[in-house]
Protein backbone atom coordinates (compact mmCIF):
# COMPACT_ATOMS: atom_id res chain seq x y z
CA UNK A 1 0.00 0.00 0.00
CA UNK A 2 1.60 3.13 -1.31
CA UNK A 3 2.01 6.06 1.19
CA UNK A 4 -1.01 8.21 -0.36
CA UNK A 5 -3.37 4.61 -0.15
CA UNK A 6 -2.93 4.97 3.54
CA UNK A 7 -3.11 8.66 4.29
CA UNK A 8 -6.64 8.58 2.55
CA UNK A 9 -7.12 5.14 4.83
CA UNK A 10 -6.86 7.31 7.79
CA UNK A 11 -8.47 10.36 7.08
CA UNK A 12 -11.30 9.58 4.24
CA UNK A 13 -12.57 13.04 4.91
CA UNK A 14 -9.53 15.25 3.42
CA UNK A 15 -9.43 17.55 6.20
CA UNK A 16 -5.58 16.48 6.81
CA UNK A 17 -4.27 16.68 3.46
CA UNK A 18 -6.29 20.19 2.88
CA UNK A 19 -4.71 21.75 6.30
CA UNK A 20 -1.18 20.57 5.51
CA UNK A 21 -1.65 22.49 2.24
CA UNK A 22 -2.81 25.75 4.06
CA UNK A 23 0.06 25.53 6.21
CA UNK A 24 2.47 25.64 3.90
CA UNK A 25 0.71 27.93 1.64
CA UNK A 26 1.03 30.10 5.35
CA UNK A 27 4.55 29.74 5.40
CA UNK A 28 4.86 31.22 1.92
CA UNK A 29 5.57 35.38 1.30
CA UNK A 30 2.35 34.92 -0.55
CA UNK A 31 0.45 32.71 2.44
CA UNK A 32 1.23 35.31 5.14
CA UNK A 33 -0.18 38.27 3.46
CA UNK A 34 -3.00 36.25 2.77
CA UNK A 35 -3.44 35.22 6.81
CA UNK A 36 -3.30 39.04 7.59
CA UNK A 37 -5.51 40.07 5.01
CA UNK A 38 -7.92 37.36 6.72
CA UNK A 39 -7.56 38.58 9.82
CA UNK A 40 -7.76 42.26 9.30
CA UNK A 41 -11.24 40.95 6.81
CA UNK A 42 -12.34 39.57 9.71
CA UNK A 43 -12.52 42.79 11.71
CA UNK A 44 -14.30 44.75 9.30
CA UNK A 45 -16.77 42.08 8.78
CA UNK A 46 -17.49 42.69 12.85
CA UNK A 47 -17.30 46.16 12.28
CA UNK A 48 -19.63 46.44 9.51
CA UNK A 49 -22.17 43.79 10.94
CA UNK A 50 -24.26 45.97 12.32
CA UNK A 51 -25.00 47.89 9.19
CA UNK A 52 -26.46 44.63 7.56
CA UNK A 53 -29.60 45.08 10.14
CA UNK A 54 -30.39 48.80 9.17
CA UNK A 55 -33.66 48.68 6.99
CA UNK A 56 -33.05 48.61 3.02
CA UNK A 57 -35.85 50.07 1.22
CA UNK A 58 -36.44 48.69 -2.25
CA UNK A 59 -35.99 51.66 -4.44
CA UNK A 60 -33.13 52.60 -7.24
CA UNK A 61 -30.01 54.84 -6.65
CA UNK A 62 -30.81 57.85 -8.78
CA UNK A 63 -27.55 58.86 -10.67
CA UNK A 64 -25.93 61.85 -12.18
CA UNK A 65 -25.41 62.67 -16.27
CA UNK A 66 -22.60 61.21 -17.83
CA UNK A 67 -23.23 57.79 -16.03
CA UNK A 68 -23.64 54.21 -17.70
CA UNK A 69 -26.74 53.36 -15.88
CA UNK A 70 -27.99 49.90 -15.70
CA UNK A 71 -31.19 48.58 -14.83
CA UNK A 72 -31.04 45.22 -14.12
CA UNK A 73 -31.22 44.89 -10.17
CA UNK A 74 -28.64 42.80 -8.41
CA UNK A 75 -29.76 40.56 -5.78
CA UNK A 76 -27.46 39.13 -3.21
CA UNK A 77 -27.58 36.33 -0.74
CA UNK A 78 -24.80 36.44 1.93
CA UNK A 79 -22.96 33.36 3.75
CA UNK A 80 -23.27 31.53 6.84
CA UNK A 81 -23.91 33.32 10.33
CA UNK A 82 -23.48 36.75 8.02
CA UNK A 83 -25.74 39.46 6.81
CA UNK A 84 -25.97 41.66 3.99
CA UNK A 85 -22.99 44.29 5.53
CA UNK A 86 -20.91 41.54 3.73
CA UNK A 87 -21.50 43.35 0.43
CA UNK A 88 -20.93 46.78 1.74
CA UNK A 89 -17.62 47.42 -0.71
CA UNK A 90 -19.07 45.43 -3.30
CA UNK A 91 -22.06 47.25 -3.70
CA UNK A 92 -20.37 50.63 -3.22
CA UNK A 93 -18.59 50.47 -6.01
CA UNK A 94 -21.59 48.44 -8.10
CA UNK A 95 -23.68 51.56 -7.41
CA UNK A 96 -20.46 53.34 -8.83
CA UNK A 97 -19.97 51.71 -12.07
CA UNK A 98 -23.58 52.48 -12.52
CA UNK A 99 -26.12 49.72 -11.24
CA UNK A 100 -29.46 51.51 -9.87
CA UNK A 101 -30.79 48.18 -7.97
CA UNK A 102 -28.88 46.53 -5.71
CA UNK A 103 -30.22 44.99 -2.94
CA UNK A 104 -29.88 42.45 -0.37
CA UNK A 105 -31.76 39.18 2.02
CA UNK A 106 -31.27 38.76 5.80
CA UNK A 107 -32.02 34.98 6.72
CA UNK A 108 -31.13 32.88 9.50
CA UNK A 109 -29.35 29.33 8.89
CA UNK A 110 -30.01 28.16 12.43
CA UNK A 111 -33.45 27.83 11.54
CA UNK A 112 -34.22 26.52 8.43
CA UNK A 113 -32.24 24.46 5.74
CA UNK A 114 -31.53 25.67 1.98
CA UNK A 115 -34.56 24.54 0.22
CA UNK A 116 -36.46 26.89 2.41
CA UNK A 117 -34.10 29.72 2.53
CA UNK A 118 -34.23 29.75 -1.20
CA UNK A 119 -37.70 29.85 -1.15
CA UNK A 120 -37.62 33.12 0.91
CA UNK A 121 -35.02 34.33 -1.70
CA UNK A 122 -37.03 33.64 -4.34
CA UNK A 123 -39.79 35.63 -2.80
CA UNK A 124 -37.45 38.37 -2.21
CA UNK A 125 -36.27 38.38 -5.86
CA UNK A 126 -40.26 38.61 -7.17
CA UNK A 127 -40.45 41.61 -4.96
CA UNK A 128 -37.23 43.49 -6.50
CA UNK A 129 -38.38 42.23 -10.12
CA UNK A 130 -41.81 43.54 -9.30
CA UNK A 131 -40.68 47.26 -7.82
CA UNK A 132 -38.13 47.62 -10.18
CA UNK A 133 -39.80 46.31 -13.23
CA UNK A 134 -37.72 44.25 -14.45
CA UNK A 135 -37.78 40.97 -16.52
CA UNK A 136 -34.31 39.44 -15.44
CA UNK A 137 -32.05 40.00 -12.66
CA UNK A 138 -28.14 38.79 -11.61
CA UNK A 139 -27.60 37.33 -8.45
CA UNK A 140 -24.52 37.02 -6.31
CA UNK A 141 -23.56 34.89 -3.46
CA UNK A 142 -20.96 34.47 -1.10
CA UNK A 143 -20.37 30.93 0.59
CA UNK A 144 -23.56 28.94 1.43
CA UNK A 145 -25.10 32.47 -0.38
CA UNK A 146 -24.23 30.64 -3.41
CA UNK A 147 -25.81 27.36 -2.55
CA UNK A 148 -29.24 29.18 -1.85
CA UNK A 149 -28.85 31.05 -5.19
CA UNK A 150 -28.14 27.87 -7.09
CA UNK A 151 -31.37 25.91 -5.47
CA UNK A 152 -33.56 29.14 -6.15
CA UNK A 153 -32.06 28.44 -10.31
CA UNK A 154 -32.19 25.02 -10.13
CA UNK A 155 -35.22 23.65 -7.96
CA UNK A 156 -37.64 26.83 -7.68
CA UNK A 157 -37.75 28.35 -11.11
CA UNK A 158 -34.72 30.83 -11.00
CA UNK A 159 -33.74 29.43 -14.34
CA UNK A 160 -36.08 31.69 -16.00
CA UNK A 161 -35.97 34.83 -14.50
CA UNK A 162 -32.00 34.65 -13.91
CA UNK A 163 -29.16 36.26 -16.33
CA UNK A 164 -25.96 36.10 -14.75
CA UNK A 165 -25.29 34.19 -10.93
CA UNK A 166 -21.47 35.12 -9.82
CA UNK A 167 -20.72 32.23 -6.30
CA UNK A 168 -18.12 33.88 -4.78
CA UNK A 169 -16.34 30.91 -1.91
CA UNK A 170 -19.17 29.12 -2.45
CA UNK A 171 -18.85 25.04 -1.60
CA UNK A 172 -20.49 23.67 -4.43
CA UNK A 173 -19.93 20.12 -3.68
CA UNK A 174 -20.44 20.46 0.36
CA UNK A 175 -17.72 21.04 2.61
CA UNK A 176 -16.39 18.66 5.79
CA UNK A 177 -16.71 22.12 7.60
CA UNK A 178 -20.13 22.34 7.95
CA UNK A 179 -19.96 19.62 10.00
CA UNK A 180 -18.99 21.85 12.75
CA UNK A 181 -22.20 24.36 12.33
CA UNK A 182 -25.07 23.67 13.85
CA UNK A 183 -28.48 24.35 12.13
CA UNK A 184 -30.23 22.57 9.42
CA UNK A 185 -28.33 24.60 6.34
CA UNK A 186 -25.27 23.69 8.15
CA UNK A 187 -25.98 19.79 7.46
CA UNK A 188 -27.30 20.49 3.89
CA UNK A 189 -23.36 21.84 3.02
CA UNK A 190 -21.90 18.70 4.13
CA UNK A 191 -20.64 16.51 1.07
CA UNK A 192 -23.49 14.00 0.05
CA UNK A 193 -26.35 15.59 1.59
CA UNK A 194 -29.52 15.19 -0.79
CA UNK A 195 -29.23 19.02 -1.47
CA UNK A 196 -25.29 19.13 -2.44
CA UNK A 197 -26.14 15.76 -4.19
CA UNK A 198 -29.57 17.60 -6.36
CA UNK A 199 -27.50 20.13 -7.47
CA UNK A 200 -24.90 18.33 -8.53
CA UNK A 201 -27.29 15.92 -10.72
CA UNK A 202 -29.31 19.27 -11.71
CA UNK A 203 -26.37 21.91 -12.60
CA UNK A 204 -25.91 20.24 -16.40
CA UNK A 205 -29.37 21.27 -17.36
CA UNK A 206 -28.47 24.69 -16.19
CA UNK A 207 -28.79 27.68 -18.80
CA UNK A 208 -27.65 30.40 -16.36
CA UNK A 209 -24.46 32.25 -16.75
CA UNK A 210 -21.91 31.63 -13.86
CA UNK A 211 -19.35 33.12 -12.64
CA UNK A 212 -17.50 30.93 -9.70
CA UNK A 213 -14.50 32.82 -7.82
CA UNK A 214 -12.91 31.25 -5.42
CA UNK A 215 -9.53 31.43 -3.17
CA UNK A 216 -6.53 29.50 -2.69
CA UNK A 217 -6.16 29.95 1.30
CA UNK A 218 -10.00 29.12 1.91
CA UNK A 219 -10.10 27.31 5.40
CA UNK A 220 -13.96 26.72 5.00
CA UNK A 221 -13.70 24.94 1.66
CA UNK A 222 -12.83 21.22 2.84
CA UNK A 223 -11.35 19.80 0.46
CA UNK A 224 -10.35 22.86 -1.65
CA UNK A 225 -11.77 21.20 -5.13
CA UNK A 226 -15.34 21.96 -3.50
CA UNK A 227 -15.09 25.38 -4.83
CA UNK A 228 -15.35 24.90 -8.43
CA UNK A 229 -18.00 24.33 -10.81
CA UNK A 230 -17.85 21.55 -13.45
CA UNK A 231 -16.08 23.07 -16.71
CA UNK A 232 -19.25 24.21 -18.89
CA UNK A 233 -19.81 26.77 -21.64
CA UNK A 234 -21.56 28.96 -19.33
CA UNK A 235 -19.39 28.53 -16.55
CA UNK A 236 -16.46 31.33 -16.18
CA UNK A 237 -14.22 30.25 -12.91
CA UNK A 238 -11.03 32.65 -11.68
CA UNK A 239 -8.70 31.75 -8.67
CA UNK A 240 -8.00 34.51 -6.37
CA UNK A 241 -4.68 33.69 -4.86
CA UNK A 242 -3.82 34.66 -1.47
CA UNK A 243 -7.15 35.78 0.06
CA UNK A 244 -9.26 33.74 2.46
CA UNK A 245 -13.19 32.85 2.89
CA UNK A 246 -14.26 36.69 3.97
CA UNK A 247 -11.33 38.53 2.68
CA UNK A 248 -12.66 37.65 -0.98
CA UNK A 249 -15.75 40.42 0.08
CA UNK A 250 -13.01 43.16 1.17
CA UNK A 251 -10.77 42.44 -1.78
CA UNK A 252 -10.88 45.33 -4.49
CA UNK A 253 -9.53 43.29 -7.27
CA UNK A 254 -12.35 40.40 -6.89
CA UNK A 255 -15.12 43.57 -6.29
CA UNK A 256 -13.96 45.08 -9.77
CA UNK A 257 -13.81 41.71 -11.38
CA UNK A 258 -17.45 41.29 -10.44
CA UNK A 259 -18.74 44.62 -11.64
CA UNK A 260 -16.59 44.16 -14.94
CA UNK A 261 -18.56 40.66 -15.46
CA UNK A 262 -21.75 42.10 -14.89
CA UNK A 263 -21.24 45.04 -16.91
CA UNK A 264 -19.98 43.12 -20.11
CA UNK A 265 -23.55 41.32 -19.09
CA UNK A 266 -25.21 44.24 -19.45
CA UNK A 267 -23.44 45.64 -22.40
CA UNK A 268 -23.23 41.79 -24.53
CA UNK A 269 -25.71 40.00 -23.33
CA UNK A 270 -23.57 37.18 -22.89
CA UNK A 271 -20.67 35.70 -20.84
CA UNK A 272 -18.07 38.19 -21.70
CA UNK A 273 -14.31 37.37 -20.91
CA UNK A 274 -12.84 39.77 -18.59
CA UNK A 275 -9.41 40.43 -17.80
CA UNK A 276 -8.29 38.21 -14.91
CA UNK A 277 -7.55 39.52 -11.25
CA UNK A 278 -4.10 41.64 -10.88
CA UNK A 279 -1.48 39.58 -9.27
CA UNK A 280 0.01 41.57 -6.22
CA UNK A 281 3.47 42.44 -6.39
Known amino acids: MTRQQTAARSDPTGVGPHLRRLLRRYATTGGARGLWHEVRSLGTHVALYPLGFVGAPLRPRELGNGHDVYETPIVQVHGYFHNRSGFFFMSRELRARGFRWIHGMNYNPLRSGVPELAEWFGKHVEDVMRISGAKRVHLVGHSLGGVIARWY ?106 ADHLIAAERHGRLAEVRPLRKRA
Open 153 to 258: IQELGGEKVVDHCVTIGTPHHGTMAAYLGPGPAARDMRPGSEVIERLERGFAKSKVMYVNLYSDLDFLIIPASSALLPERRNVHQDLIGDLGHTSLLVSDELVEQV
